[in-house]
């Protein structure tokens, strides 16, 4: 299935919601935040980063969520293992860290080598240390409505779209795949925002006509410029998961959303650009998570953040 995209749009009209921008705001109050920590408990919040194998891309990822803490006055603890390593050792490793006073997140990048269960790793980790919001007890809260930590892409999303729109009572949103990591934590926090929500996915019927009834339009199929401006509501916010590398004639690649960004903005209100929009929030979400985290652990009220 796929959605026609628009030749004929090439005027940008919506606003960009700049998730770097907004990214770099969260991380500032998140530092005030673990001073206050610091100086009460004498240690800052923790977070270790486990990585298994040598995966190119999830080395990026680990050091730029390792030089993120930093910036956010956040420790980070690296374990770097190799790809031989076995199921038994790494939740061993997970066991110590769940019982250790000094780390308050645990973050084992994903994805793990093939012998590795992910499933039984998820959830080994302690659910009050589970950053990513992964672990089956945070999953049913979100479900429940009850607080717990949360998937760090959806919150990001969600903080953005609260930034732009305020009030979403009563809002038509639309959410474009169906992941356990986006889109099924999406359509739960938008439902708790008293959104009335659709997911579509792709045996959807009429994604087109769906898509086009959206006041709010998340995208997170993992397509390459699926969504084009036959599918939007004049004025709909659209947040653009996607992060799809596209490669060009020349060898050369480029890094495209789900949506046909020039098309789109065409008729959109505003949209989430790619890069730089859904990404740099789902890294600061992570720091977020930490120090939510960290107040939990150490018996302390939700920080305002």
């Known amino acids: 299935m796929s959605v026609m995209q628009s030749s004929s749009a090439t005027v940008n009209k ?3 919601i700049d998730g770097k921008a907004y990214a770099e705001s969260l991380r500032g109050r998140i530092v005030g935040q673990a001073r206050s920590f610091r100086e009460r408990f004498g240690k800052a919040p923790g977070l270790a980063v486990v990585l298994v194998g040598d995966d190119p891309a999830s080395q990026v990822y680990v050091r730029t969520k390792m030089k993120r803490a930093m910036e956010s006055g956040i420790e980070s603890f690296p374990y770097i293992l190799p790809a031989a390593t ?4 790494l939740l061993n490793l997970i066991e110590r860290l769940n ?3 000094q780390v308050h997140g645990i973050l084992v990048q994903l994805p793990l080598p093939a012998h590795i269960d992910e499933g039984a790793v998820i959830a080994a980790i302690s659910p009050s240390k589970d950053v990513d919001g992964f672990h089956p007890e945070n999953v049913g809260k979100l479900g429940l409505g009850v607080a717990g930590l ?3 892409t959806p919150l990001g ?3 953005m779209l609260k ?3 305020g009030d979403m009572s009563g809002l038509k949103a639309v959410v474009v795949g169906r992941s356990n990591i986006v889109g099924k934590p999406m359509a739960n926090l938008l439902l708790q925002q008293n959104c009335t929500v659709t997911v579509l996915h792709s045996r959807s019927r009429n994604l087109q006509e769906e898509c086009r009834q959206a006041d709010i339009l998340v995208l997170a199929i993992g397509r390459p410029h699926f969504v084009g401006a036959e599918s939007i509501k004049p004025g709909a916010v659209v947040i653009d998961v996607g992060i799809n590398r596209v490669t060009q004639t020349d060898g050369s690649y480029v890094l495209v959303g789900d949506a046909h960004t020039e098309a789109v903005s065409a008729v959109a209100g505003a949209i989430t650009p790619v890069p730089g929009g859904v ?3 789902t890294v600061a979400c992570l720091m977020h998570n930490t120090l939510v985290a960290a107040h939990a652990i150490e018996g302390l009220d939700a920080p305002v953040i």
């Open 163 to 165: 930034h732009k729109l």
């Open 14 to 16: 919506a606003a960009l």
């Open 150 to 152: 949360v998937p760090c």
């Open 99 to 101: 019982s250790d006073r």
């Open 157 to 159: 999303c969600l903080m």
């Open 279 to 281: 990404g740099p929030m």
């Open 86 to 89: 076995t199921q038994e050792e």
